[in-house]
């Protein structure tokens, strides 16, 4: 089988296909469904990216550090940081509701090894974390922290999940039932290998969350907030998104247009919830093309002796050439 078919194979995630259904009649049966699920964990294949030498070398090459951030050491912060540590404008990545610090170890692998330090002040955040990452670049705009912001799949508006009268109920509520929640905004019908195998190793990143990590991650996704875009106008924004299905209607997308006019726009064809593990090469092209603006300066997120700025304006005209033959082949098909 060539690379080509490999983007035309159709198939379901193996690893979310199975936790659905037990999630489902966990409810009726939960101790046959757990003796199952304890049984098809050793059982079933997590998934290709699990198993990738990729991930399997960033594990072992980039360590996993915890900071507390409590007096008590009740709340502690997992984190990846990878890059030159020169670097005093850094880039960071906040994961969604269902991720954790890992589901970005392609774009920790590719721009670290680029020359850039991956941990702040240029931001990029998915889903919740792309709310969270345009609510502190709000809350700090008197004092700014932050630079600018890379939004992927994000939402100004917490009201469009229609669950804000559910927010404050989530703490209550046992841990299979908040996974089965998250589980109901993925994606469910065939979709190609990559989107598969990311589909499959984000539902085994959402097995490793706990009770508290889940509801406090649905809380801060459901309560009543927004962002006040008028305090941020002035931070350079890339809006990046999908053209097929994800978590987010195309009222929210259109929200995010409107609320940031003067965004750079970063569309892909395809990725799904989360493009940063199926398409990673063009989510980090687009990130290389967002942080171009701040070479020379003092917030460059790169050293200047490890990428040029004229290699990048090759990448950044291969990829419009890219689009462009794309669009062409979408119109002799219609």
Same mark, same amino acid.
């Given at each position: ?8 194979? $159709? *198939? ?5 296909? =199975?936790?659905? +259904? ?20 050793? &059982? ?12 399997? =070398? ?9 900071? +507390? ?5 009740? *709340?502690?912060?997992?984190? #990846?940081?990878?890059?030159? %540590? ?27 090894? =680029? ?15 792309? !709310? ?27 009201? @469009?999940?229609?669950?804000? =009268? ?10 299979? /039932?908040?996974? $089965? @929640?998250?589980?109901?905004? !993925? ?39 927004? &962002? ?6 002035? +931070?350079?924004?890339? +809006? /990046? ?11 929210? *997308?259109?929200? /995010?247009? $409107? ?9 892909? $064809? ?5 493009? #940063?593990?199926? %398409? ?21 997120? @790169?050293?200047?002796? /490890? ?28």
């Amino acid at each position: 089988m060539g690379p080509e078919s490999r983007f035309t194979l $159709k *198939k379901f995630p193996q690893v979310y296909k =199975w936790s659905y +259904i037990l999630f489902t009649l966990s409810e009726t049966f939960p101790l046959l469904c757990f003796q199952v699920f304890l049984y098809l964990g050793f &059982v079933t294949n997590m998934g290709e990216i699990k198993i990738s030498p990729d991930y399997n =070398w960033f594990r072992s090459t980039v360590p996993l550090k915890k900071i +507390i951030v409590d007096d008590d050491d009740s *709340k502690v912060w997992s984190l #990846y940081d990878a890059g030159p %540590r020169n670097i005093r404008c850094p880039l960071i990545f906040l994961p969604p509701v269902s991720g954790t610090a890992d589901v970005f170890f392609q774009q920790i692998l590719a721009l670290s090894g =680029w020359g850039y330090r991956v941990i702040a002040v240029h931001v990029f955040g998915a889903s919740l974390g792309g !709310f969270l990452a345009q609510k502190f670049a709000e809350y700090t705009h008197k004092s700014p922290r932050v630079q600018s912001l890379i939004l992927c799949n994000a939402f100004s508006d917490t009201s @469009i999940f229609n669950q804000t =009268w559910t927010a404050n109920s989530f703490w209550l509520m046992p841990a299979f /039932m908040l996974k $089965k @929640i998250v589980l109901g905004n !993925f994606a469910s019908g065939p979709v190609d290998t990559e989107m598969a195998d990311g589909i499959d190793f984000m539902v085994d990143r959402l097995e490793s969350l706990g009770q508290s990590e889940l509801a406090s991650r649905l809380t801060l996704n459901c309560q009543n907030s927004y &962002v006040e875009p008028h305090k941020i106008r002035d +931070i350079p924004v890339t +809006i /990046m998104d999908v053209f097929d299905q994800s978590a987010l209607s195309t009222e929210a *997308k259109e929200e /995010m247009y $409107k609320l940031y006019p003067n965004a750079r726009r970063a569309h892909l $064809k395809t990725g799904g919830n989360f493009p #940063y593990l199926c %398409r990673s090469a063009e989510v980090n092209l687009y990130v290389q093309i967002h942080l171009l603006q701040f070479h020379g300066t003092r917030y460059a997120a @790169i050293d200047p002796s /490890m990428v040029s700025a004229e290699e990048l304006e090759v990448q950044k005209a291969n990829l419009q050439a890219s689009s462009e033959q794309e669009q062409q082949q979408q119109q002799q098909q219609s």
